[in-house]
């Protein structure tokens, strides 16, 4: 019988609430791990490649030593014994166990581990309806690209959103630039024209913005990797976040100023719907 929430560790699999690892782990201690969210649907991973190669980058970038084809192995395995057909898989890899130190100690073998669990999505209603937003400055630090667990500023953002009853914030740097969300990645419509900030060490190379990006192509809608500023949100014609969990969700409200007009827009509805097109096709050409 299928089993579905199911953990890895380090070469075993386990149920979750057995999991556990050493409280040397430089993961627990400095957060010195990094990770990925990856969506299945249907029992098929959505654009796993992407995820991987995104890690790869991240683990050479924090000389963290990384076997992208074992973890693969390793998430394609969890998922199947999980049977699960609509799931969140959640990877982390930490530069592993070793007595506390800042400094990176040399031939230390990283911990692996993984889950998986149902999915859970957003109800119809928060699509219909939209989300609203708050600006807040990015007190993140510089290599956003790198997906490291350490995210206290991200989590403090998300709770004091949540907290007003917001999906997330419009990240700001001190020029005004909009940078992301605190786990998002986001997108306006100016003129027509759809623009988000560029990858690059300000932000997280979102593989939702990726998908985004390419039905936007697809569709023939103008496209420009520019970032926009808080001075310019206003103005937006649309707004809205991408990211795994999400996938498009419009932005109707920053700050209480309602965005467009106030319901999540066209351009917004017709990219959901051209990203879940392209998630049946791609899982149907896997
Ligand atoms: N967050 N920007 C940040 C800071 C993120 O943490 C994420 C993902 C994204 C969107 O990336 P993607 O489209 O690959 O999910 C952008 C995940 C879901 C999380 O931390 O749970």
Redesign the pocket.
Same mark, same amino acid.
């Given at each position: 019988m299928a089993v579905p929430e199911l953990a890895y560790l380090n070469g075993r699999f386990l149920p979750i609430s057995e999991a556990a690892v050493p409280i040397d782990d430089r993961g627990l201690l400095f957060g010195d791990s990094l990770y990925e969210?990856i969506r299945v649907y249907a029992g098929k991973f959505f654009r796993l490649d992407a995820h991987l190669a995104r890690l790869e980058q991240g683990a050479r970038a924090i000389e963290l030593p990384i076997a992208v084809e074992e973890l693969r192995a390793v998430l394609l395995e969890l998922a199947r014994r999980s049977g699960l057909g609509d799931a969140f898989v959640y990877l982390q890899v930490t530069r592993g166990v070793a007595p506390r130190n800042h400094v990176i100690p040399p031939d230390l073998e990283p911990t692996v581990l993984a889950t998986v669990r149902p999915l859970v999505p957003l109800p119809a209603e928060q699509y219909e309806q939209g989300a609203r937003a708050i600006l807040r400055p990015d007190i993140r630090w510089g290599r *956003?690209d790198i997906k490291a667990t350490t995210l206290l500023p @991200?989590i403090l953002r998300k709770t004091e959103a949540a907290r007003l009853g917001c999906y997330d914030v419009l990240h700001y740097e001190p020029d005004g630039t909009i940078t992301? %969300?605190? /786990?998002? @990645?986001i997108f306006g419509v100016f003129n027509g024209v759809l623009r988000t900030h560029p990858t690059g060490p300000r &932000?997280?190379a %979102? &593989? #939702? *913005?990726g998908a985004v990006l390419d039905c936007a192509r697809e569709l023939g809608i103008p496209v420009e990797e520019r970032p926009f500023t808080r001075e310019e949100v206003p103005a937006a014609e649309e707004l809205f976040f /991408?990211? #795994?969990?999400c996938e498009v969700l419009g932005i109707v409200e920053v700050d209480g100023q309602p965005i467009g007009q106030g319901r999540p827009g066209p351009l917004t509805r017709r990219l959901h719907a051209a990203f879940r097109r392209l998630v049946a096709r791609e899982a149907r050409a896997d």
């Open positions: 969210v *956003r @991200n992301e %969300g605190s /786990t998002c @990645n &932000i997280l %979102g &593989i #939702t *913005r /991408t990211d #795994t969990y």
